[in-house]
């Protein structure tokens, strides 16, 4: 490897470090100090000190505002918005299951007369979740078989 690409891969991994440990931190810190760490937010229930300051929050739905407990907390929103720097994404939804993480994609993508092409591996839920609720919606799926390799163990 010449020096030059040396310099731009250590670069590269050098910028992608120092984006890592500082995404998702607020760009500036109080002269008290501040933990590293957010602190953690718990809840289920959001109260609004009016109707109209509710209806009026509730149209910000995805600017990273808490709305409703189920629709995410400040910690969530850090995740998402680090998440979203890391990948060079804009935006991210971190959601609390792995079949609701398979189905958001599906159900955001796939109408009715669509054809969605699955690996027979797939995960168990999203299968049962294909076979059942997309064919309800008219979208048609087929399972292609898994790659299988011959292993040879020489010992």
């Known amino acids: ?21 500082r995404a998702g931190r607020h760009d500036s810190l109080p002269e008290s100090g501040q933990f590293i760490n957010a602190p953690v937010a718990r809840g289920s229930t959001v109260i609004f000190p009016s109707l109209e300051a509710m209806n009026a929050q509730g149209h910000r739905t995805y600017d990273h505002e808490v709305i409703y407990g189920a629709m995410g907390n400040p910690n969530q929103h850090l995740l998402e918005r680090l998440i979203a720097e890391i990948e060079g994404g804009r935006d991210c939804q971190a959601v ?55 292993r040879r163990c020489n010992l």
Not at 3 to 21: C, K, L, P, Y
Not at 121 to 131: L, N
């Open 96 to 150: 609390c299951s792995g079949l609701t993480a398979c189905a958001l994609p599906l159900l955001a993508f796939a109408k009715a007369g669509s054809h969605v092409l699955m690996s027979d591996a797939i995960y168990g839920p999203t299968r049962r979740f294909a076979k059942t609720m997309l064919r309800r919606f008219g979208v048609e799926t087929s399972f292609y078989p898994r790659w299988r390799q011959k």
């Open 1 to 21: 490897m010449t020096d030059a690409m040396e310099q731009r891969v250590t670069g590269g991994w050098s910028r992608f470090a120092d984006m890592v440990v």
